[in-house]
C-alpha cells in the first residue's frame, strides 16, 4: 500500500482562484511530519510547507496553507488566489520514523497543475 | 551558491557500463538520500545515509550501490547500466532530527541519466 495518495495526476486552475491539492497518508505512528514541495518544468524541487503531527494550527506560507485532518489522515494544500507561477509538478511527502532511528520521507507520485489566464 | 551540488548534470551510457554520480554538500549535514524520478511514480528512494559510512536500502535499491567515505560526498554507482535505469536522479540533504521537527529537504539540481 502507498504511504502516500496523491489522487489527482491533473489539475487546471483559473488565474487568481484558490485551488487544493489532496494528500492523503498512511501512518501508524504518532510522530510524523508532512511536506509539500514544488517542481516547475525547470526541475529543482522547492520547499513549501511543513506540518508536524502533533501541531494543533494548520500550517501557512504566504499563499500556501496546509489543510491538516489528521483522524482522516489528509493533508491538502491549498493554494490561494493562484498565479501563472504556480504551474508545476506538486509533490507532498511524509517522515516517519525507522525501526533504526532514522526518519526518511516518502513521497507521492505528484499533481500536475497547470494555472490558466 | 547551492548547498548541494549533483555531477555530472546529464550523461548518457552504453548498457552494461558502470556509471557513478555524485553529490556534495557543504552544510555539514548528517542525511543524504538519492531519489529517481520517473513519470508516474514520483520520487523513489534509492539508498540514503545517516552518517559516514552508514547507509541503508531504499525502495527501488536493487541495481544501485553507494558510497559516503566522507560527510560531504554521496556516491551513487549503477554497477551495470540497464535501460530500465533511465532516470531523472536527484540527490537530497537534510539535518538530524525526529520525525517532527521542523526541517526540510534541499534537493540538488538532478541528474538526467540516459542509458542506451
Known amino acids: 500500500a502507498q504511504k502516500i495518495t496523491q489522487t489527482q495526476p491533473g489539475m487546471f486552475v483559473q488565474e487568481k482562484e484558490a485551488v487544493t491539492l489532496d494528500c492523503t497518508y498512511d501512518t501508524s505512528d504518532q510522530s510524523y511530519g508532512l511536506f509539500w514541495y514544488k517542481q516547475p518544468s525547470s526541475g529543482e524541487m522547492i520547499f513549501l510547507i511543513y506540518?508536524?503531527?502533533?501541531?494543533?494550527q494548520n500550517a501557512t506560507e504566504g499563499r500556501y496553507s496546509l489543510n491538516f485532518q489528521k483522524a482522516r489522515k489528509s493533508a491538502n494544500l491549498v493554494i490561494s488566489a493562484s498565479q501563472l507561477g504556480d504551474s508545476a509538478m506538486y509533490f507532498c511527502?511524509?517522515?516517519?520514523?525507522?525501526?533504526?532511528?532514522?526518519?526518511?520521507?516518502?513521497f507521492g507520485r505528484g499533481t500536475s497543475l497547470i494555472v490558466h489566464p | 551558491d547551492a548547498g548541494i551540488t549533483q555531477s555530472p548534470r546529464h550523461k548518457v551510457t552504453e548498457t552494461g557500463t558502470p556509471v557513478t554520480l555524485r553529490c556534495h554538500q557543504t552544510?555539514?549535514?548528517?542525511?543524504m538520500y538519492w531519489y529517481r524520478q520517473d513519470p508516474g511514480h514520483g520520487l523513489r528512494l534509492i539508498h540514503y545515509?545517516?552518517?559516514?559510512?552508514?547507509?541503508d536500502k531504499g525502495e527501488v535499491s536493487d541495481g544501485y550501490s553507494v558510497s559516503r567515505s566522507k560527510t560531504e560526498d554521496f556516491l551513487l554507482t549503477l554497477e551495470s547500466a540497464t535501460s530500465s535505469q533511465t532516470s531523472v536522479y536527484f540527490c537530497?540533504?537534510?539535518?538530524?532530527?525526529?520525525?517532527?521537527?521542523?526541517?526540510?529537504?534541499?534537493f540538488g539540481s538532478g541528474t538526467r541519466l540516459t542509458v542506451v
Open positions: 506540518q508536524g503531527s502533533y501541531d494543533e
Open positions: 537530497a540533504i537534510s539535518e538530524s532530527g525526529t520525525a517532527i521537527t521542523n526541517y526540510g529537504y534541499t
Open positions: 511527502a511524509m517522515r516517519e520514523g525507522l525501526p533504526g532511528g532514522s526518519y526518511i520521507p516518502t
Open positions: 545515509s545517516y552518517g559516514v559510512k552508514d547507509t
Open positions: 552544510e555539514n549535514h548528517r542525511y
